[in-house]
């Protein structure tokens, strides 16, 4: 019972991309009954199309297609066509993502109360509290598996934990565990326990961790409600006369452009790929873009403070096997003024193998010293961090003059580091390595941050219309059947990985739209 | 020395000639192989890694040359610009002598492509797996649950469930 709709069908609800928040709403829709278009620019690849191979699983999965990057941050040095890293294939970045599940705290939803007044930074607050996504947090965590939560076991410590957690105990930091990851330590809900592969970021071939992929699409499939277009990118979105959305122009497989009616049109393509086609979207009616009446669209962009100190200890520690960023401690998630800085970070595992390791040490690092530490690769660790980092203005994706195969502007990436973002950057290298010091270490090296994974902000959800683009149900503030439903909706970033947060809100977000429909609001 | 595996479902690695032909292999940079080899081995110099590891690497970056045209008189240029600036070609000069030469040319787009391409297929290379302790794919031997995933034992275990 596969649903096929017609391209003159105006009653279904077009997503675009089948990520954490586009392919977990399309499912919670389908199973209310509501008719659904699943579109995506990737392929649908399965588990046995996955390798167990780091680049090339990169080269399979990733969003290849040409970005330009601006501002003082290093990736615009060390990656300058690629600053932003997620998935074209279905399932988009959860195909590729380790796991991690951490709440927002309260006080980061009330980050411009709580931090003050940040110069130069334009904080908000969220328009929705803590209380408000508390039970679709629950409900996102029963959905994904998530380990320590509704019973479920912790996954096991494996070498680089031990690693981590020596050091941290040392330094009295107490709340060091595994964490909480959406990878079955045990067999839930038709997957397998994990093996300890160390190859989730390349595709999971073995499905222990949840995914859209191979756990949302298919059950909206099953419903006979959702269709999935995969190898469809859209290029634009249509409105009608009273500026409502109408349609989404996309080209499929074939190169063939095409137009499918709407009764409403979520994006959900990961922040760059939604402010661009918002930019994009321009009429007369909405000249700056799409819902962009207030100039945000684009703007606040962030993308956390990330980055992983490597360590050489004199024993082995093959941190290439297990699971890959099971460690988490919390001291430093709190907002705490004296530490000269807002906002706060978490502490977690991090492994890569030769190939990543070599590539992201230390991007142009070359010579005797370089070589030497590659060698002592089977006693390396690694320990990371994300934080949250300060929405600016001007740290913003915007169109430039050169265009894709479809005729649709390059975005440009725009990222420079607040003052802010450099003492929090400073402070957490000096706590992972010294958590690494604690433990033995003989040498920690500081790597930059990778390309941006963690992309937040650019469409943001704000309780007036002037100071953001949607309100708190991502809905856009200026066009009453236009949603967004990735993490480019975030009000601010927070300091924790954003997927759990993303499927909470899509959960909700689909019972917003559901409620609307029923009322004939939509 | 590890035992490293390549995923199955990849094509498995192709022999390089151990003798003065692996050169003739090439296309776009057959004129300046040795030299992009030397340079591979001053870029991440690996005194435990034969020769063949390197010739590897120039043969991965002459591929990527084959389909950018731009890309192969910007390199072969560079190369004459190493072998200009002191009285014996790059490629017989002592390390010091080379590594002095690239620090004045860290910015030329060339030696970003071969700095980048270097550390890019060096350490994507099965035999380098093996010598430095990487293990690679392990699905298809039933992961690193039975194999060693938590086998250190320098340090105190974490109680379980942490």
């Not at chain 1, 588990?47 to 399979?60: I, L, R």
């Not at chain 1, 930091?173 to 045990?186: M, Q």
């Not at chain 2, 290379?125 to 039975?146: K, P, R």
């Amino acid at each position: 019972m596969t649903a096929h709709y017609q391209l003159d069908d105006d009653g279904v609800v077009v997503i675009i991309g089948s990520g954490a928040g586009g392919g977990t709403l399309a499912n919670e829709l389908a199973q209310k009954g509501i008719d659904v278009v699943l579109l995506e620019a990737g392929p649908h690849l399965t588990a046995d199309d996955f390798v167990n191979d780091e680049w090339g699983g990169y080269e399979m999965l990733s969003w290849l297609d040409k970005r330009t990057s601006s501002g003082n941050w290093r990736v615009a040095k060390d990656h300058p066509t690629a600053p932003s890293w997620s998935c074209k294939v279905v399932g988009g970045t959860t195909v590729h993502w380790s796991a991690c599940c951490y709440r927002l705290i309260e006080d980061e939803m009330r980050a411009r109360t709580v931090y003050g007044d940040v110069p130069g930074a334009s904080l908000i607050d969220w328009p929705i509290t803590l209380a408000d996504l508390e039970p679709y947090y629950d409900k996102a965590e029963a959905k994904m598996g998530v380990t320590r939560t509704h019973g479920l076991p912790a996954l096991p410590p494996n070498n680089n934990f031990k690693v981590m957690y020596a050091g941290a105990k040392a330094l009295g930091y107490d709340s060091v565990s595994t964490g909480r990851h959406a990878i079955n330590s045990v067999p839930y809900d038709g997957r397998p326990a994990t093996i300890e592969d160390g190859f989730t970021i390349t595709g999971d071939k073995v499905g222990s961790r949840w995914s859209t992929l191979n756990v949302e699409i298919p059950r909206g499939l099953a419903t006979g409600k959702l269709e999935l277009r995969a190898e469809c990118c859209a290029v634009q979105i249509e409105h009608d006369a009273a500026g409502k959305a109408s349609a989404v122009v996309y080209v499929d497989a074939g190169g063939m452009t095409r137009r499918q009616k709407a009764r409403a049109v979520v994006l959900a393509g990961n922040c760059v790929e939604s402010s661009r086609l918002l930019l994009y979207s321009t009429s007369a009616l909405f000249p700056n873009g799409l819902a962009n009446g207030w100039g945000h669209v684009g703007r606040h962009y962030l993308r956390h403070i990330i980055q992983t100190v490597w360590s050489i200890f004199d024993k082995p520690v093959n941190m290439h096997r297990g699971e890959i960023m099971i460690g988490m401690l919390d001291e430093f998630a709190h907002h705490d003024p004296s530490r000269g800085f807002a906002g706060g970070y978490y502490v977690e595992l991090n492994s890569m193998g030769l190939p990543t390791t070599a590539a992201f040490l230390d991007p142009g690092w070359w010579g005797r010293d370089f070589a030497s530490v590659m060698e002592q690769y089977a006693n390396m660790a690694g320990i990371f961090m994300s934080g949250e980092d300060m929405p600016q203005p001007d740290n913003r994706i915007t169109l430039t003059d050169d265009v894709d195969t479809y005729g649709v502007p390059v975005a440009n990436i725009h990222y420079d580091e607040h003052d802010n973002d450099l003492k929090m950057r400073s402070h957490g290298y000096k706590t992972l390595s010294g958590i690494h010091k604690a433990a033995g270490a003989k040498r920690s090296i500081e790597a930059p941050a990778y390309p941006a994974s963690h992309n937040l902000g650019s469409n943001r959800m704000s309780a007036r219309a002037e100071d953001g683009v949607l309100d708190g149900h991502g809905r856009a503030h200026e066009v009453a059947n236009l949603f967004v439903c990735d993490g480019s909706q975030f009000a601010t970033g927070g300091a924790c990985n954003p997927t759990l947060t993303i499927v909470a809100l899509a959960i909700r977000q689909a019972d917003f739209i559901a409620k609307e429909m029923a009322g004939g609001a939509l | 020395m590890a035992i490293a595996h390549k995923d199955p479902k990849l094509p498995p690695p192709e022999p390089i000639p151990e003798g003065p032909e692996w050169i003739e292999e090439l296309g776009p940079f057959a004129s300046v192989g040795e030299t992009l080899a030397v340079l591979a081995r001053t870029l991440c110099p690996h005194d435990s890694l034969p020769e063949r590891c390197y010739r590897r690497v120039v043969r991965a970056q002459d591929r990527i040359a084959a389909e950018t045209q731009a890309l192969g008189v910007t390199v072969r240029d560079f190369c004459a610009l190493l072998d200009s600036r002191m009285p014996l070609p790059f490629a017989e000069l002592s390390e010091s002598y080379r590594v002095n030469i690239l620090k004045t040319l860290e910015n030329e787009p060339a030696f970003i492509f071969l700095q980048r391409s270097t550390v890019r297929f060096l350490y994507d290379d099965v035999e380098v797996w093996e010598a430095f302790g990487y293990e690679g794919a392990s699905v298809h031997l039933g992961g690193y649950i039975h194999r060693g995933f938590d086998d250190l034992d320098w340090l105190p275990n974490p109680p379980s469930g942490d």
